[in-house]
């Protein structure tokens, strides 16, 4: 079955770095776009990138505002969220996810169980 | 503030069929298929139905959704205690191209 096990989250000053990552088993990760998605209590869930099984990537730009890049490396199957110039407002649990449809993207249908990034000084 | 329109709760008594709607607009719900996901506290969430007619392996078939314009509803029909649960509906939105979500409804089983 599909695992998707995230690491690298925890406490990080304003302006500081973190490097999420996301080992992925139970399918053939090189053929599905991934997904990264936060949750906040205040804003719910809220998409913030995806990285198609061709590597091209797309950006929820009002959120991550050029400071966010998320890449794959297909041999190790994992998924990867390089953040940047982190604020207070990007606290969240940060999940993984699997792309739902091998083509044309629709939606995640298989999560992971979270990484929590606490911005803070 | 979450692009998609959810009442932020429900609530039925066990046995009863209960509806959560979604609300959209042309750029999501009315061009791209929905997804539920069902969200326990401190868990992920987990899809339990999709697309027109679609319900993931392992989720009850008192669960089922429809799409009708820009908007969408989950029923749950036979409710049970275990369906107390936060759920979220989902589409592609072609402009933002990536998904939106819901800001969730609480489900109470009375």
């Known amino acids: 079955q599909v695992q998707l096990v995230e690491s690298g989250g925890g406490v990080v000053q304003p302006g500081g770095s973190l490097r999420l990552s996301c080992a992925a088993s139970g399918f053939t990760f090189s053929s599905f776009a991934m997904h990264w998605v936060r949750q906040t209590p205040g804003k719910g869930l809220e998409w913030v990138a995806i990285i198609r099984y061709d590597g091209t990537d797309k950006y929820n730009e009002e959120l991550v505002e050029g400071r966010f890049t998320i890449s794959r490396d297909d041999s190790k199957n994992t998924l990867y969220l390089q953040m940047d110039s982190l604020r207070g407002q990007d606290t969240a649990v940060y999940y993984c996810?699997?792309?739902?449809?091998?083509?044309?993207?629709?939606?995640?249908?298989?999560w992971g169980q979270g990484t929590l990034v606490i911005v803070s000084s | 503030q979450s692009v998609l329109t959810q009442p932020p709760s429900a609530s039925g008594t066990p046995g009863q069929r209960v509806t959560i709607s979604c609300s959209g607009g042309?750029?999501?719900?009315?061009?791209?298929?929905v997804y539920w996901y069902q969200q326990f506290p401190g868990t992920a969430p987990k899809l339990v139905f999709f697309?027109?007619?679609q319900r993931p392996s392992g989720v009850p078939d008192r669960f089922s959704g429809s799409k009708s314009g820009t908007s969408a509803s989950l029923a749950i029909s036979g409710l049970r205690s275990e369906d107390e649960s936060v759920y979220y509906c989902?589409?592609?939105?072609?402009?933002?191209?990536?998904?939106?979500f819901g800001g969730g409804t609480k489900l109470t089983v009375l």
């Open positions: 042309s750029s999501n719900i009315g061009r791209n298929h």
């Open positions: 996810a699997k792309e739902e449809r091998r083509v044309e993207p629709a939606g995640p249908d298989s």
């Open positions: 697309r027109i007619n």
């Open positions: 989902a589409a592609w939105d072609d402009n933002l191209s990536g998904p939106v």
